[in-house]
């Protein structure tokens, strides 16, 4: 079991998150964005994400299966309201007087990358695990996943390699008032981004039909 393993893999000090890009939680009405943001990952991507070779049925089955009310999932929009980057939180089945854990997984499109992005995910996904009261948070992946294995050890992770494949660890500490409030004040700044980026789109997208060149809109 990854938490029999965790408690044998432990950083020495707790993962304490930070935040410096708004990262918004995602419900099923993003279903459509999420599954956008999978199919223009390339074929090297998807491996790396998924751990095989995903062809688009794959990943639309993936995407239809999400369950939004046992998982969390974290996204990023640019200024166009695309997803560029997102984390899918997935809280693993919990056995009574175990450890709770949850398995972070995390992709960035290729315009959204070395900005952070993955970091801000992590972070994020970090404090709402705490507050959910998971007490390890696991990643898996293929050892050859350079940014992931860069991301997981960055954080502090401890790293187990085996067979081509990764697991990395991470003890969180107990909630508290303050990963409290800092998950609310992410989330309310993350919504104002939002609607602001939101404005700003439509604000282009009229600016260009007074022009009259509608099709440059974004």
Known sequence: MHTKLASKHLPLKPYLAGQAVPVR??????????????????????????????????????????N??????????DLNLKLIGMAHLAYLPHVKGKTRSAEFGVSVLPEGRAQGLGTALLQRS??????????????HCLSNNKAMM??????????????????????????????????AANEQWADLDYAWKANLKR?????????????LAP
């Open 126 to 139: 970090a404090v709402h695990s705490r507050n959910t009261r998971v007490e390890i948070l696991y990643v």
């Open 203 to 215: 604000s282009n997208q009229a600016w260009w039909w007074f022009l009259g060149r509608p099709g």
């Open 68 to 77: 939004f009310n046992k998982d969390a999932i974290f996204g990023i929009f």
């Open 25 to 66: 939680e995602l419900h099923a009405g993003h279903r459509e964005e999420i599954l956008q943001h999978f199919l223009q990952l390339d074929d090297e991507d998807r491996r790396l994400r998924f751990g095989t070779q995903t062809p688009d049925e794959v990943i639309r089955s993936y995407v239809a299966g999400l």
């Open 150 to 183: 860069h991301l997981a050890q960055k954080a502090g992770m401890a790293v187990e390699y085996a067979y081509g494949d990764a697991d990395a660890y991470l003890k969180l500490p107990p909630a508290s008032p303050a990963t409290i409030v800092q998950e």
